[in-house]
């Protein structure tokens, strides 16, 4: 089947427009079932009609398809469509494109072109982030616990909690309970219910501390996670207090350049920030950093993140030429 193009046409909010803009070159999902059309003027139609009857901006998406190089899903079904006319073309859902160009393509400001182009299936970025995501989702887990881990991943936390509730009722050793509480606890800060977070992180510390060592890693999840709450709740000393719980086990059981050791270091050094204490703040990123930097692929948001929080602390330090070199080295990983 030979390369071709279809067209979607659609309101954006322009705060989504410049965050594409920002991205330009890297990768777009789509969360739900993607309907384009064969003809271009029935898409343009349709985002100059979101332009003219919302405040919304009009987005004409071209999208390039070559079907030899993609297995993403997709289908011609203008047969069984209610609007032959708009020859529709419909692609499944978590189908990922790369940003291409971006321009205007009238005079107020109201109707943007944005070329998109679905990815192959050996792109090296998507590869590199796919493979990532495979390990940062529990390899241990089974069943209904890595589909929990996989939603948490993806920001679906009420479904989460159902899923988790399910299994704690059903859990039968101390061991599945404190774990189904500890995923509780990350459901629950996900949902911004921190007195319940913390409950949750509490009973399961309680019960990982009668059937594990000291310096079991399971508890060391539980201290970084209940930092992150306790952050997250102003509460800064038991937040520091936590992150170096952590921290002190995994310095006695993981190797220097772990990626968890990383995450213990970013957590302390924000937590530190957020207390004003620049200097602790800096020396913490710095050394998340450099671990990242050794671990990861190098267009790894966790990179970014790195970067971002190093900038945000030269910015409170006054020194805003080292904190934009940060921050643009940030917004490069970004836009990838």
Not at 13 to 25: C, F, L, S, T
Not at 42 to 58: I, Y
Not at 288 to 304: F, G, T, V
Request: glycine fraction near 6%; include cysteine; charged fraction near 20%.
């Amino acid at each position: 089947m030979k390369s071709f193009t279809v067209f979607r046409g659609q309101g954006l909010a322009k705060a989504d427009v410049d965050r594409m803009i920002n991205i330009q070159g890297g990768l777009l999902s789509c969360n739900n079932f993607l309907s384009t059309s064969m003809d271009r003027h029935v898409s343009l139609a349709f985002a100059r009609q979101t332009m003219e009857t919302s405040d919304l901006v009009g987005i004409l998406f071209v999208i390039k398809i070559d079907p030899s190089t993609s297995s993403t899903p997709f289908a011609d079904i203008h047969d069984v469509s209610c609007f032959k006319r708009e020859k529709e073309i419909l692609f499944s859902m978590n189908s990922i494109f790369r940003i291409g160009s971006i321009k205007q393509i009238d005079e107020n400001n109201r109707l943007w072109q944005v070329d998109l182009t679905l990815t192959t299936d050996n792109d090296s970025d998507l590869y590199a982030l796919t493979k990532q995501m495979r390990k940062e989702i529990d390899p241990y887990a089974t069943g209904w616990n890595r589909l929990g881990h996989l939603l948490i991943k993806l920001g679906q936390f009420n479904i989460a909690q159902e899923i988790y509730d399910i299994l704690l009722d059903q859990a039968t050793t101390d061991s599945e309970k404190s774990l189904m509480n500890h995923m509780l606890g990350i459901v629950k800060d996900g949902q911004g219910e921190y007195k319940d977070a913390i409950d949750y992180f509490k009973k399961s510390i309680e019960m990982k501390q009668n059937i594990c060592s000291p310096t079991d890693s399971n508890l060391t999840a539980s201290y970084n996670n209940i930092g992150l709450v306790y952050d997250n709740m102003g509460d800064y000393s038991n937040a520091l207090s936590s992150h170096q719980k952590a921290l002190k086990i995994y310095q006695k059981t993981l190797s220097s350049n772990h990626p968890d050791l990383a995450a213990s270091y970013n957590n302390i050094g924000s937590v530190y920030d957020s207390m004003g204490d620049y200097s602790n703040a800096l020396s913490s990123h710095e050394k998340a950093l450099e671990i990242r930097q050794k671990a990861l692929p190098s267009n790894h948001p966790d990179l970014a993140i790195s970067y971002g929080h190093i900038a945000t602390v030269y910015n409170g330090m006054g020194d805003y030429s080292k904190a934009l070199s940060f921050a643009e080295k940030s917004l490069a990983i970004i836009k990838v």
